[in-house]
């Protein structure tokens, strides 16, 4: 079993910045591809990114390419989310998780086995 716990969210006017953490509980983080994933009220879980266990394989989802970057550290056990030049539409509950099977399917998010309790994100006009 593996814990998530995010930290980092809170409210910022659009065109500020947050960065995310994801800490995990086991050594064996390294072995995982990690995802951070969003919801907003009455919406849908939608993906955000992935991130292979070595770091050197990431993804987005378009509305964030060029503003948000995930990154991990595997001797700290965490992965981020720095996200820049927000925007309202991207108010929504963050979580972060990990799949035991890669990035297989890395945007759907019954792929993940592990899912962190989500970190509220707030962004104003």
């Known amino acids: 079993q593996v814990q998530l716990v995010e930290s980092g969210g809170g409210l910022v006017q659009a065109g500020g910045s947050l960065r995310l953490s994801c800490a995990a509980s086991?050594?064996?983080?390294?072995?995982?591809?990690m995802g951070w994933f969003r919801q907003a009220p009455g919406e849908e879980r939608e993906f955000v990114a992935a991130?292979?266990?070595?770091?050197?394989?990431?993804y987005y989802v378009d509305s964030v390419k060029g503003r948000f970057t995930i990154s991990r550290d595997n001797a700290m056990n965490t992965v981020y989310l720095q996200m820049n030049s927000l925007k309202p539409e991207d108010t929504a509950v963050y979580f972060c998780?990990?799949?035991?099977?890669?990035?297989?399917?890395?945007?759907?998010?019954?792929?993940?086995?592990?899912w962190g309790q989500g970190t509220q994100v707030t962004v104003s006009s």
């Open positions: 998780a990990a799949s035991k099977t890669g990035l297989t399917a890395y945007s759907n998010y019954e792929r993940y086995d592990f």
């Open positions: 086991r050594r064996t983080f390294r072995a995982l591809a």
């Open positions: 991130i292979s266990w070595s770091g050197g394989t990431t």
